[in-house]
Protein backbone atom coordinates (compact mmCIF):
# COMPACT_ATOMS: atom_id res chain seq x y z
CA UNK A 1 0.00 0.00 0.00
CA UNK A 2 2.77 2.45 0.97
CA UNK A 3 4.21 1.93 -2.42
CA UNK A 4 1.12 2.91 -4.20
CA UNK A 5 0.62 5.72 -2.63
CA UNK A 6 4.39 7.18 -3.49
CA UNK A 7 4.46 9.80 -6.19
CA UNK A 8 7.65 10.29 -7.25
CA UNK A 9 9.38 9.07 -4.03
CA UNK A 10 7.20 11.50 -2.31
CA UNK A 11 6.34 9.85 1.55
CA UNK A 12 2.66 8.10 1.97
CA UNK A 13 1.07 10.93 4.66
CA UNK A 14 2.77 14.13 2.00
CA UNK A 15 0.84 12.09 -0.88
CA UNK A 16 -2.31 11.83 1.10
CA UNK A 17 -1.82 15.41 2.15
CA UNK A 18 -1.01 16.67 -1.32
CA UNK A 19 -4.02 15.06 -2.61
CA UNK A 20 -6.20 16.33 0.39
CA UNK A 21 -5.00 19.60 -0.59
CA UNK A 22 -5.83 19.57 -4.67
CA UNK A 23 -9.56 18.34 -2.93
CA UNK A 24 -9.90 21.18 -0.93
CA UNK A 25 -9.15 23.92 -3.44
CA UNK A 26 -11.43 22.45 -5.77
CA UNK A 27 -14.10 22.66 -3.06
CA UNK A 28 -13.34 26.01 -2.78
CA UNK A 29 -13.23 26.90 -6.49
CA UNK A 30 -16.41 25.50 -6.83
CA UNK A 31 -18.12 28.04 -4.23
CA UNK A 32 -16.51 30.42 -6.27
CA UNK A 33 -17.33 29.37 -9.72
CA UNK A 34 -18.28 26.28 -10.84
CA UNK A 35 -16.26 26.78 -14.12
CA UNK A 36 -13.29 27.21 -12.09
CA UNK A 37 -12.46 23.30 -10.82
CA UNK A 38 -13.25 22.32 -14.30
CA UNK A 39 -10.87 24.42 -15.66
CA UNK A 40 -8.37 23.67 -13.37
CA UNK A 41 -8.76 19.86 -14.11
CA UNK A 42 -8.72 20.52 -17.82
CA UNK A 43 -5.19 22.93 -17.35
CA UNK A 44 -3.73 19.79 -15.17
CA UNK A 45 -4.68 17.08 -18.02
CA UNK A 46 -3.40 19.68 -21.05
CA UNK A 47 0.29 19.47 -18.71
CA UNK A 48 0.45 15.98 -18.68
CA UNK A 49 -0.59 15.81 -21.90
CA UNK A 50 1.36 18.45 -23.02
CA UNK A 51 4.54 16.90 -21.24
CA UNK A 52 3.62 13.01 -22.61
CA UNK A 53 3.05 14.92 -26.23
CA UNK A 54 4.39 18.14 -26.44
CA UNK A 55 3.02 19.13 -29.97
CA UNK A 56 -0.60 18.99 -28.05
CA UNK A 57 0.80 22.24 -26.30
CA UNK A 58 2.63 23.47 -28.97
CA UNK A 59 -1.31 22.95 -31.15
CA UNK A 60 -3.49 24.11 -28.26
CA UNK A 61 -0.61 27.37 -28.33
CA UNK A 62 -1.61 27.79 -32.16
CA UNK A 63 -5.48 27.29 -31.68
CA UNK A 64 -5.74 29.67 -28.94
CA UNK A 65 -3.69 32.18 -31.37
CA UNK A 66 -5.61 32.23 -34.34
CA UNK A 67 -9.44 31.59 -32.28
CA UNK A 68 -8.95 34.15 -29.60
CA UNK A 69 -10.41 37.66 -29.99
CA UNK A 70 -11.03 40.64 -27.32
CA UNK A 71 -14.79 39.91 -27.55
CA UNK A 72 -14.16 36.41 -25.91
CA UNK A 73 -11.77 37.38 -23.29
CA UNK A 74 -13.55 36.99 -19.69
CA UNK A 75 -10.97 39.29 -17.87
CA UNK A 76 -8.97 42.69 -18.37
CA UNK A 77 -6.33 43.60 -16.62
CA UNK A 78 -4.99 47.38 -17.56
CA UNK A 79 -4.65 47.61 -20.92
CA UNK A 80 -4.28 43.21 -21.25
CA UNK A 81 -7.22 41.03 -22.10
CA UNK A 82 -7.20 37.54 -20.94
CA UNK A 83 -8.91 35.38 -23.06
CA UNK A 84 -8.74 32.13 -24.59
CA UNK A 85 -4.69 32.47 -25.75
CA UNK A 86 -3.47 33.16 -22.28
CA UNK A 87 -4.01 30.31 -20.80
CA UNK A 88 -3.14 28.09 -23.52
CA UNK A 89 0.56 30.22 -23.80
CA UNK A 90 0.81 29.79 -20.13
CA UNK A 91 -0.42 25.72 -20.00
CA UNK A 92 2.86 25.96 -23.08
CA UNK A 93 5.18 27.30 -20.70
CA UNK A 94 4.68 25.14 -18.21
CA UNK A 95 5.40 22.37 -20.71
CA UNK A 96 8.49 23.96 -21.81
CA UNK A 97 9.61 24.50 -17.80
CA UNK A 98 9.00 20.59 -17.04
CA UNK A 99 11.03 19.87 -20.20
CA UNK A 100 13.46 21.67 -19.60
CA UNK A 101 13.53 21.42 -15.31
CA UNK A 102 12.07 17.68 -14.86
CA UNK A 103 13.34 16.20 -17.80
CA UNK A 104 16.35 18.22 -18.25
CA UNK A 105 15.96 19.22 -22.09
CA UNK A 106 17.13 21.80 -23.56
CA UNK A 107 14.48 23.72 -25.19
CA UNK A 108 16.04 27.43 -25.98
CA UNK A 109 17.49 27.81 -29.18
CA UNK A 110 19.67 30.38 -30.79
CA UNK A 111 17.83 31.25 -34.02
CA UNK A 112 18.50 33.85 -36.63
CA UNK A 113 16.05 36.54 -35.82
CA UNK A 114 16.95 36.15 -32.11
CA UNK A 115 19.48 39.13 -31.70
CA UNK A 116 17.50 42.04 -32.87
CA UNK A 117 14.14 40.92 -31.02
CA UNK A 118 16.16 41.01 -27.70
CA UNK A 119 18.03 43.96 -28.95
CA UNK A 120 14.96 45.95 -29.41
CA UNK A 121 12.92 44.69 -26.30
CA UNK A 122 16.16 46.22 -24.50
CA UNK A 123 15.21 48.96 -26.49
CA UNK A 124 11.67 49.04 -25.47
CA UNK A 125 13.19 48.97 -21.98
CA UNK A 126 14.87 51.81 -22.03
CA UNK A 127 12.90 54.28 -24.16
CA UNK A 128 9.81 53.51 -21.36
CA UNK A 129 11.82 56.56 -19.56
CA UNK A 130 10.68 59.04 -21.89
CA UNK A 131 7.25 57.15 -23.19
CA UNK A 132 4.16 59.42 -22.05
CA UNK A 133 1.78 56.19 -21.27
CA UNK A 134 3.73 53.99 -18.82
CA UNK A 135 0.84 51.49 -18.43
CA UNK A 136 0.64 51.26 -22.57
CA UNK A 137 4.37 51.17 -22.91
CA UNK A 138 4.33 47.92 -20.65
CA UNK A 139 1.87 46.69 -22.62
CA UNK A 140 4.19 46.50 -25.68
CA UNK A 141 6.81 45.16 -23.94
CA UNK A 142 4.60 42.38 -22.63
CA UNK A 143 3.67 41.92 -26.54
CA UNK A 144 7.02 41.40 -27.34
CA UNK A 145 7.40 38.68 -24.20
CA UNK A 146 4.87 36.79 -25.71
CA UNK A 147 6.52 36.81 -28.78
CA UNK A 148 9.46 35.26 -27.36
CA UNK A 149 7.68 32.79 -25.35
CA UNK A 150 5.61 31.62 -28.34
CA UNK A 151 8.69 31.37 -30.70
CA UNK A 152 10.55 29.42 -28.04
CA UNK A 153 7.76 26.57 -27.43
CA UNK A 154 7.68 26.11 -31.33
CA UNK A 155 11.23 26.35 -31.68
CA UNK A 156 11.68 23.41 -29.03
CA UNK A 157 9.52 21.05 -29.40
CA UNK A 158 8.77 21.31 -33.72
CA UNK A 159 12.22 19.49 -34.84
CA UNK A 160 11.55 17.29 -37.30
CA UNK A 161 9.42 17.02 -40.42
CA UNK A 162 6.77 14.86 -39.12
CA UNK A 163 6.76 17.59 -36.38
CA UNK A 164 6.29 20.06 -38.72
CA UNK A 165 3.52 18.54 -40.74
CA UNK A 166 1.62 17.97 -37.44
CA UNK A 167 1.63 21.83 -36.57
CA UNK A 168 1.36 22.64 -39.87
CA UNK A 169 -1.93 20.84 -39.95
CA UNK A 170 -3.08 22.04 -37.10
CA UNK A 171 -3.10 25.36 -38.19
CA UNK A 172 -4.81 24.87 -40.94
CA UNK A 173 -7.14 23.50 -38.49
CA UNK A 174 -7.70 25.67 -36.10
CA UNK A 175 -8.19 28.26 -39.39
CA UNK A 176 -10.67 25.84 -40.77
CA UNK A 177 -12.53 25.89 -37.81
CA UNK A 178 -12.58 29.62 -37.67
CA UNK A 179 -13.91 29.24 -40.97
CA UNK A 180 -16.83 27.38 -40.95
CA UNK A 181 -17.60 29.29 -37.70
CA UNK A 182 -17.79 32.35 -39.24
CA UNK A 183 -20.09 30.83 -42.47
CA UNK A 184 -22.37 28.41 -40.28
CA UNK A 185 -23.11 30.30 -36.88
CA UNK A 186 -24.16 33.98 -35.75
CA UNK A 187 -20.91 34.38 -33.67
CA UNK A 188 -20.13 37.11 -36.22
CA UNK A 189 -22.21 40.93 -35.30
CA UNK A 190 -19.72 43.37 -34.46
CA UNK A 191 -21.65 46.15 -34.17
CA UNK A 192 -22.37 45.90 -30.48
CA UNK A 193 -18.82 45.89 -29.25
CA UNK A 194 -17.74 49.41 -28.78
CA UNK A 195 -17.02 52.60 -31.04
CA UNK A 196 -13.65 51.01 -32.26
CA UNK A 197 -16.16 48.84 -33.93
CA UNK A 198 -18.17 51.56 -36.00
CA UNK A 199 -16.38 51.33 -39.14
CA UNK A 200 -16.73 47.58 -39.54
CA UNK A 201 -20.28 47.35 -38.89
CA UNK A 202 -21.38 49.49 -41.29
CA UNK A 203 -21.53 47.75 -44.95
CA UNK A 204 -22.59 44.09 -42.73
CA UNK A 205 -18.83 42.48 -42.66
CA UNK A 206 -18.92 39.55 -41.58
CA UNK A 207 -15.96 37.65 -39.40
CA UNK A 208 -15.29 34.90 -36.79
CA UNK A 209 -15.86 34.70 -33.46
CA UNK A 210 -16.16 38.52 -32.93
CA UNK A 211 -12.85 38.98 -34.54
CA UNK A 212 -11.91 42.83 -35.82
CA UNK A 213 -12.26 41.98 -39.50
CA UNK A 214 -9.02 42.97 -40.76
CA UNK A 215 -8.29 40.74 -37.46
CA UNK A 216 -10.15 37.93 -38.61
CA UNK A 217 -8.59 37.80 -42.39
CA UNK A 218 -4.94 38.09 -41.81
CA UNK A 219 -5.91 35.24 -38.87
CA UNK A 220 -7.19 33.34 -42.02
CA UNK A 221 -4.35 34.37 -44.71
CA UNK A 222 -1.39 32.76 -42.94
CA UNK A 223 -3.17 29.35 -43.69
CA UNK A 224 -4.53 29.49 -47.25
CA UNK A 225 -0.60 29.07 -48.90
CA UNK A 226 0.11 26.36 -46.34
CA UNK A 227 -2.66 24.33 -46.80
CA UNK A 228 -2.23 24.33 -51.11
CA UNK A 229 1.45 23.81 -50.11
CA UNK A 230 0.35 20.83 -47.40
CA UNK A 231 -1.97 19.42 -50.29
CA UNK A 232 1.14 19.09 -52.91
CA UNK A 233 3.52 17.67 -50.83
CA UNK A 234 0.56 15.06 -49.77
CA UNK A 235 0.50 11.45 -52.31
CA UNK A 236 -2.68 10.39 -50.69
CA UNK A 237 -6.02 11.74 -52.72
CA UNK A 238 -8.04 12.14 -50.22
CA UNK A 239 -5.71 14.15 -47.93
CA UNK A 240 -4.75 16.62 -51.22
CA UNK A 241 -8.75 16.92 -52.18
CA UNK A 242 -9.58 17.78 -48.47
CA UNK A 243 -6.54 20.25 -48.11
CA UNK A 244 -7.33 21.86 -50.96
CA UNK A 245 -10.94 22.58 -50.00
CA UNK A 246 -9.67 23.79 -46.66
CA UNK A 247 -7.48 26.20 -48.51
CA UNK A 248 -10.32 27.59 -50.73
CA UNK A 249 -13.12 27.39 -47.76
CA UNK A 250 -10.68 29.38 -45.72
CA UNK A 251 -10.04 31.90 -48.85
CA UNK A 252 -13.53 32.53 -49.02
CA UNK A 253 -14.37 33.17 -45.32
CA UNK A 254 -11.48 35.35 -45.94
CA UNK A 255 -12.82 37.43 -48.46
CA UNK A 256 -16.65 37.73 -46.40
CA UNK A 257 -14.44 40.04 -43.74
CA UNK A 258 -14.22 42.60 -47.17
CA UNK A 259 -10.56 43.18 -45.43
CA UNK A 260 -8.68 44.60 -48.37
CA UNK A 261 -4.94 43.80 -46.82
CA UNK A 262 -6.36 40.17 -46.44
CA UNK A 263 -7.23 40.06 -49.95
CA UNK A 264 -3.95 41.88 -51.39
CA UNK A 265 -1.62 40.09 -48.95
CA UNK A 266 -3.04 37.01 -50.31
CA UNK A 267 -2.75 37.85 -53.79
CA UNK A 268 1.18 39.13 -53.05
CA UNK A 269 2.23 36.12 -51.55
CA UNK A 270 0.47 33.43 -54.37
CA UNK A 271 2.25 35.79 -57.49
CA UNK A 272 5.28 35.30 -55.70
CA UNK A 273 4.91 31.51 -55.45
CA UNK A 274 3.80 31.38 -59.03
CA UNK A 275 7.47 33.21 -60.02
CA UNK A 276 9.18 30.25 -58.55
CA UNK A 277 8.46 27.15 -60.98
CA UNK A 278 6.30 26.17 -63.10
CA UNK A 279 4.94 23.15 -61.23
CA UNK A 280 4.07 26.13 -58.72
CA UNK A 281 2.84 28.33 -61.66
CA UNK A 282 0.40 26.01 -63.02
CA UNK A 283 -0.85 25.36 -59.74
CA UNK A 284 -1.64 29.17 -58.88
CA UNK A 285 -2.94 29.55 -62.25
CA UNK A 286 -5.49 26.65 -61.45
CA UNK A 287 -6.56 28.16 -57.99
CA UNK A 288 -6.53 31.73 -59.31
CA UNK A 289 -9.39 30.38 -61.44
CA UNK A 290 -11.22 29.12 -58.48
CA UNK A 291 -10.69 32.25 -56.60
CA UNK A 292 -11.74 34.77 -59.62
CA UNK A 293 -15.04 32.24 -59.86
CA UNK A 294 -15.43 32.59 -56.06
CA UNK A 295 -15.24 35.93 -56.11
CA UNK A 296 -17.72 36.26 -58.86
CA UNK A 297 -20.03 33.77 -57.40
CA UNK A 298 -20.13 35.76 -54.30
CA UNK A 299 -20.38 39.33 -55.68
CA UNK A 300 -23.71 37.90 -57.65
CA UNK A 301 -25.13 35.52 -55.77
CA UNK A 302 -23.96 35.73 -52.19
CA UNK A 303 -26.30 37.00 -49.64
CA UNK A 304 -26.31 40.58 -48.73
CA UNK A 305 -23.89 40.36 -46.20
CA UNK A 306 -21.42 38.12 -48.26
CA UNK A 307 -21.85 40.33 -51.19
CA UNK A 308 -20.68 43.54 -49.59
CA UNK A 309 -18.01 42.22 -48.13
CA UNK A 310 -16.50 41.34 -51.56
CA UNK A 311 -17.99 44.65 -53.32
CA UNK A 312 -16.00 46.44 -50.21
CA UNK A 313 -12.50 44.60 -51.85
CA UNK A 314 -13.57 45.11 -55.33
CA UNK A 315 -14.87 48.83 -55.17
CA UNK A 316 -12.50 49.99 -52.71
CA UNK A 317 -8.84 48.68 -54.76
CA UNK A 318 -8.32 52.49 -55.32
CA UNK A 319 -9.82 53.96 -52.48
CA UNK A 320 -6.58 53.43 -50.66
CA UNK A 321 -4.72 56.16 -51.51
CA UNK A 322 -7.61 58.72 -52.06
CA UNK A 323 -8.64 58.46 -48.62
CA UNK A 324 -6.61 61.30 -46.33
CA UNK A 325 -6.35 59.15 -43.10
CA UNK A 326 -3.35 57.49 -43.92
CA UNK A 327 -1.44 60.09 -45.50
CA UNK A 328 -2.09 62.45 -42.10
CA UNK A 329 -0.71 59.59 -39.84
CA UNK A 330 1.91 59.03 -41.61
CA UNK A 331 2.57 62.81 -41.55
CA UNK A 332 2.36 62.78 -38.03
CA UNK A 333 4.81 59.90 -37.50
CA UNK A 334 7.33 61.75 -39.10
CA UNK A 335 7.05 64.94 -37.23
CA UNK A 336 7.14 62.76 -34.25
CA UNK A 337 10.37 61.56 -35.31
CA UNK A 338 11.74 64.57 -36.07
CA UNK A 339 10.35 65.81 -32.92
CA UNK A 340 12.40 63.64 -31.07
CA UNK A 341 15.43 64.01 -32.66
CA UNK A 342 15.20 60.74 -34.13
CA UNK A 343 14.50 58.48 -30.40
CA UNK A 344 10.96 58.28 -31.19
CA UNK A 345 8.31 58.82 -28.42
CA UNK A 346 8.56 55.57 -26.60
CA UNK A 347 6.06 52.48 -26.65
CA UNK A 348 2.28 53.56 -25.78
CA UNK A 349 2.69 57.28 -26.69
CA UNK A 350 1.15 57.67 -30.13
CA UNK A 351 -2.61 57.91 -28.76
CA UNK A 352 -1.63 59.83 -25.79
CA UNK A 353 0.58 62.44 -28.04
CA UNK A 354 -1.80 62.83 -31.33
CA UNK A 355 -4.13 65.28 -30.00
CA UNK A 356 -0.85 67.51 -30.01
CA UNK A 357 -0.09 66.75 -34.00
CA UNK A 358 -3.86 66.15 -36.05
CA UNK A 359 -6.90 66.91 -33.78
CA UNK A 360 -8.92 65.11 -36.80
CA UNK A 361 -7.53 61.46 -36.06
CA UNK A 362 -7.33 62.03 -32.63
CA UNK A 363 -11.15 62.70 -32.69
CA UNK A 364 -11.55 59.51 -34.31
CA UNK A 365 -11.27 55.80 -34.39
CA UNK A 366 -8.03 56.25 -36.65
CA UNK A 367 -5.62 56.80 -33.55
CA UNK A 368 -2.99 54.23 -34.33
CA UNK A 369 -0.15 54.81 -36.51
CA UNK A 370 -1.00 52.91 -40.32
CA UNK A 371 1.39 50.79 -40.86
CA UNK A 372 4.01 48.46 -38.66
CA UNK A 373 7.17 50.87 -40.20
CA UNK A 374 5.56 54.01 -39.61
CA UNK A 375 4.29 52.34 -35.91
CA UNK A 376 8.04 51.84 -35.61
CA UNK A 377 9.62 55.53 -36.61
CA UNK A 378 7.10 57.38 -34.32
CA UNK A 379 7.47 55.29 -31.27
CA UNK A 380 10.95 53.87 -31.63
CA UNK A 381 12.67 56.32 -33.92
CA UNK A 382 16.03 55.88 -35.83
CA UNK A 383 17.08 52.65 -33.75
CA UNK A 384 13.29 50.89 -34.51
CA UNK A 385 13.69 51.01 -37.71
CA UNK A 386 17.50 49.82 -37.72
CA UNK A 387 16.47 46.73 -35.65
CA UNK A 388 13.88 46.37 -37.99
CA UNK A 389 15.91 46.12 -40.69
CA UNK A 390 18.15 43.79 -38.95
CA UNK A 391 15.81 41.46 -38.73
CA UNK A 392 14.60 41.16 -41.93
CA UNK A 393 18.08 40.65 -43.17
CA UNK A 394 18.55 37.88 -40.53
CA UNK A 395 15.27 36.06 -41.61
CA UNK A 396 16.22 36.62 -45.33
CA UNK A 397 19.53 35.01 -45.30
CA UNK A 398 18.07 32.15 -42.82
CA UNK A 399 15.49 31.72 -45.86
CA UNK A 400 17.80 31.72 -48.41
CA UNK A 401 19.93 29.45 -47.01
CA UNK A 402 17.11 26.74 -46.44
CA UNK A 403 16.11 27.06 -49.96
CA UNK A 404 19.46 26.22 -50.84
CA UNK A 405 19.76 23.26 -48.60
CA UNK A 406 15.96 21.39 -49.58
CA UNK A 407 16.08 21.78 -52.95
CA UNK A 408 14.55 19.06 -55.07
CA UNK A 409 13.09 17.85 -51.79
CA UNK A 410 9.53 17.96 -50.43
CA UNK A 411 10.21 20.80 -47.82
CA UNK A 412 11.36 23.24 -51.20
CA UNK A 413 7.29 23.78 -50.92
CA UNK A 414 7.63 25.25 -47.77
CA UNK A 415 10.68 27.40 -48.86
CA UNK A 416 8.60 29.22 -51.19
CA UNK A 417 5.35 28.92 -49.74
CA UNK A 418 6.26 29.88 -46.54
CA UNK A 419 8.27 32.95 -47.14
CA UNK A 420 6.22 34.28 -49.81
CA UNK A 421 2.97 34.41 -47.41
CA UNK A 422 5.56 36.40 -45.05
CA UNK A 423 6.28 39.33 -47.65
CA UNK A 424 2.37 39.83 -48.95
CA UNK A 425 1.85 40.91 -45.16
CA UNK A 426 5.04 42.71 -44.98
CA UNK A 427 4.18 44.37 -47.82
CA UNK A 428 1.15 45.09 -46.81
CA UNK A 429 2.22 46.01 -43.20
CA UNK A 430 3.71 49.40 -45.01
CA UNK A 431 -0.42 50.74 -44.88
CA UNK A 432 -1.52 48.75 -42.06
CA UNK A 433 -1.25 46.36 -38.82
CA UNK A 434 0.95 46.85 -35.56
CA UNK A 435 4.08 44.67 -35.31
CA UNK A 436 2.53 42.72 -32.59
CA UNK A 437 -1.56 42.21 -33.18
CA UNK A 438 -1.03 39.16 -35.93
CA UNK A 439 -0.39 35.75 -35.47
CA UNK A 440 3.06 36.70 -38.29
CA UNK A 441 5.60 35.94 -35.30
CA UNK A 442 4.46 32.52 -34.88
CA UNK A 443 3.92 31.86 -38.57
CA UNK A 444 7.74 33.02 -38.46
CA UNK A 445 8.86 30.78 -35.80
CA UNK A 446 6.91 27.72 -37.80
CA UNK A 447 9.24 28.67 -40.43
CA UNK A 448 12.13 28.78 -38.46
CA UNK A 449 11.67 25.68 -36.59
CA UNK A 450 11.24 24.22 -40.13
CA UNK A 451 14.44 25.67 -41.42
CA UNK A 452 16.50 24.05 -38.04
CA UNK A 453 14.63 20.41 -38.13
CA UNK A 454 15.74 17.20 -39.20
CA UNK A 455 14.31 16.79 -42.98
CA UNK A 456 13.78 14.31 -45.28
CA UNK A 457 15.95 13.63 -48.58
CA UNK A 458 15.06 13.30 -52.24
CA UNK A 459 14.09 9.52 -51.49
CA UNK A 460 11.34 10.24 -48.88
CA UNK A 461 7.65 10.34 -49.11
CA UNK A 462 6.05 13.54 -50.88
CA UNK A 463 6.90 14.98 -53.97
CA UNK A 464 9.65 15.20 -56.92
CA UNK A 465 9.94 18.74 -57.32
CA UNK A 466 12.62 18.37 -60.04
CA UNK A 467 10.36 16.69 -62.41
CA UNK A 468 8.17 19.17 -63.83
CA UNK A 469 4.57 17.77 -64.07
Known amino acids: MGQILRFEGLPRWSALTLIVGVQCVLVLLLVLDWRLPFALV ?45 PMLFLGLTVLVAHAVVQRRAV ?72 LLSVTTDFNQVADTGKVWEIAARGG ?3 GLG ?20 ALTERRWVWRLGLVAAGVLIFFAQLRSGSRGGAYSIVIGALLVGCAKPLFRKWVLRIGVVGVALFAAG ?16 LNIGNLWRSDVRARSWWVCIQMLQDTWGLGIGPGSFAALLEQYDWKLYSSVHRYPHGIFWGLMAHYGLVGIGLA ?12 AFLVRVRGTPAEVFAWVMPATLVGYVAWSFVEFNFDDKPFWEYLALFTALCMADLPGKTEPGIELETER
Open 108 to 179: LSSFPWRAPLLVFLAWQVLSLSWSHRLGSGIQDLVAVGVILVTSTVLLAFVRSWDDFRVTALTWVGASLLLA
Open 389 to 400: SWGLFAVSRMAR
Open 211 to 230: QQPNWFAMNLMFSILLAFGL
Open 42 to 86: LGGLGVVAGIRWPLVAVGLVIGGRILSTGSMSWLRVGGLNIGLFE
Open 299 to 314: ILFGEESTRKGFMRIW
Open 205 to 207: RET
